[in-house]
T-cell receptor, first 113, second 108 residues
Framework: SQTIHQWPATLVQPVGSPLSLECTVE??????LYWYRQAAGRGLQLLFYSVGIGQISSEVPQNLSASRPQDRQFILSSKKLLLSDSGFYLC????????????FGPGTRLLVL | KNEVEQSPQNLTAQEGEFITINCSYSVGISALHWLQQHPGGGIVSLFMLSSGKKKHGRLIATINIQEKHSSLHITASHPRDSAVYIC??????????FGKGTRLSVIA
């Protein structure tokens, strides 16, 4: 089964600073990869998903961006963080062709001050 | 776009009680997921099902495709079952659509 690594686990950043969150996947190839955010007291919100290297679909317009430089690497970035970017960020992996369940990473808790 | 509704939003139960969480969706799907989110935020996938019923330990998930409805049951509930339970649907061509979750608290 897949293993998803995310780092860092927690992050405190000042407003206006850049952001880079990394997600890597083991145990599978050519997965669909997803970035979700969960703001305090709210449900999961899909931010980006990728069906392959260099292919990124954005679900919500914002100051975040995503990149997939390698098959099993998915990066979430921002040039200038906003207070509203605070939340819990989850990376997920899904093999649609194998009809496997979606696997989630451990998450990164981001606090923007 | 699929609309996913979960009920109840919040649920408090005594240890040992039988618990049911419901999920309804609006458009036909290829699969439905039940997820468990622990207080620390980590999410674990409990079930993926496209028809019938699945059982794992004290957890049972059922789905009725015709009625566009799924239920998650917990038998002999325990305080360690306290978590947020999330329903998510896969319509086949788009990313998962999530319900808002059901917050379960089991009291000893």
């Amino acid at each position: 089964s897949q293993t998803i690594h995310q780092w860092p686990a927690t992050l405190v950043q000042p407003v206006g600073s850049p952001l880079s969150l990394e997600c890597t996947v083991e145990g599978t190839s050519n997965p669909n990869l997803y970035w979700y955010r969960q703001a305090a007291g709210r449900g999961l919100q899909l931010l980006f998903y990728s069906v392959g290297i260099g292919q990124i679909s954005s679900e919500v317009p914002q100051n975040l961006s995503a990149s997939r430089p390698q098959d099993r690497q998915f990066i979430l970035s921002s040039k200038k963080l906003l207070l509203s970017d605070s939340g819990f960020y989850l990376c997920a992996c899904y093999r649609r062709d194998k009809r496997e369940t979606q696997y989630f990473g451990p998450g990164t808790r981001l606090l923007v001050l | 776009k699929n609309e996913v509704e979960q009920s109840p939003q919040n649920l408090t139960a005594q240890e040992g009680e039988f618990i049911t969480i419901n999920c309804s969706y609006s458009v036909g799907i290829s699969a439905l997921h039940w997820l468990q989110q622990h207080p620390g935020g980590g999410i674990v996938s409990l079930f993926m099902l496209s028809s019938g019923k699945k059982k794992h330990g004290r957890l049972i998930a059922t789905i009725n495709i015709q009625e566009k409805h799924s239920s998650l049951h917990i038998t002999a509930s325990h305080p360690r079952d306290s978590a947020v339970y999330i329903c998510a649907v896969d319509s086949g061509n788009t990313p998962l659509v999530f319900g808002k979750g059901t917050r379960l608290s089991v009291i000893a």
